[in-house]
Structure formats: C-alpha cells, structure tokens
C-alpha cells in the first residue's frame, strides 16, 4: 500500500482538490494521502499568496473527515523557500521509497523550471492528473520517462476548476457554489478572504 504526497498552494483549496484526492486513493490504492500545502512557494515568490494558516485551516475543513487524507504543516516549518525536491526527499524518509507525488498536467509540463527538475523526476514517482496539454503532455511524459521518471496518469476526467477562478469569483461577490466545499465558503466568509462581500 503505498502515500501519496500533494503539494499544492491551495489558496483556496476547490472541489477539484478533493475529487483529485479521493480518485487518487482509489485508482492507486493508497494507504495515506498527505497534502502539504506550500509554505513559501518559489515560483509564486512574485504574488500575494494567502497567510499559511488560514491555507491550512481550509484544508481540514475541505477534507475533514475522509479517511486516509492526512495535512501536513512541514512546509511552514522551513523559512526558505519550500523546494519539492527537499520536501519529497523528507515524506519518502519518512514513509518510504513507494511514495508517489501528485501533480496537475500543468505542473508537468512546466516541471522543466522547478528547482533541479531533472533530480526532481529521476528520484520520484508521479500520479499526473488530466488538466491541459493534449498530445504535448504525452510527448514529455515520454521524455521524462526516458530520463528515468516514473510517470503514472490519473483515470479521472478533467476537472475545470482553479483557485486563481475562485479568487476572480469571489471578488466579484459569487458565492462559488460546486467550485467551493461550504464549510470552507463560511470559513473564506468569517475571515473576509479574498475580498468578497458578505
Ligand atoms: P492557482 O489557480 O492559484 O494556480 P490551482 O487551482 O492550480 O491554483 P494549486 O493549489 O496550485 O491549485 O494546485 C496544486 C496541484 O494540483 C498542482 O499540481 C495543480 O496542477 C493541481 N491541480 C489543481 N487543480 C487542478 C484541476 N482542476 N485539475 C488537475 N490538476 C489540478
């Protein structure tokens, strides 16, 4: 039975999210799903990303409840930037070699400007799920595999939703039903994120 890691900003974790863990334990038959939300997230140094800890609390309302899905705070804990590089090294000392990391075809297939991307896909098994990409996205899983990769697809149909869609919505004052879990609409709504009305 093997983990699976999911790093993500999740600000704010969406309805995709969720869909994408639970189809994840089933299609891999995962033991643990740990989501690790990104501390300080290197590629999104540029934008204002919602304080950690309202990320986090987000995150255990959206999946309160469902088994085999833990949150980690490990990335809060680093004051540098959260590399996945390190933070995959320290989920397989801790749970194993058959640990895999999840990520959107996007991610994929901009893989190429992350922290020593090349030591990123030789060292780690990834569960890619559909987002974008098409024929491309085929092409560089084949590169990367080549390049000594373990690259595994997700069953799931594309799901359109996106958290920069959501932060758009809200500011304009929509309610994000479908898109948003409601505990975490109450809780975006009692923290005044995101600019939205009440
Ligand atoms: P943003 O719009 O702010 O960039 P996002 O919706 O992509 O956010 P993240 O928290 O950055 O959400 O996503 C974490 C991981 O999940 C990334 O690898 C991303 O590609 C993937 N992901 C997020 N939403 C989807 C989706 N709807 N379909 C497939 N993959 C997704």
Redesign the pocket.
Known sequence: MSTAV??????PV?T??VK?AQSAIQQFELCRLVIVPNGNPPHKADITVTDFDHRYNMLKLAFEGMDKVEISDYESREDKFSYSLYTMRYFREVYGEDTYF??????LLSIHLWHEYRTLLKENRFIV???EGGDELEAVARKYRAMGSEIYFSHMP????????I?SKLSCGSDCEGILCPRVREYINKNSLYGGAL
């Open positions: 999911f790093g993500g900003t999740f600000d969406h995709g999210h994408m999840i990520i959107g075809a996007d991610s799920f559909p987002r594309m799901i359109d939703v996106s958290s920069t869609q932060r």
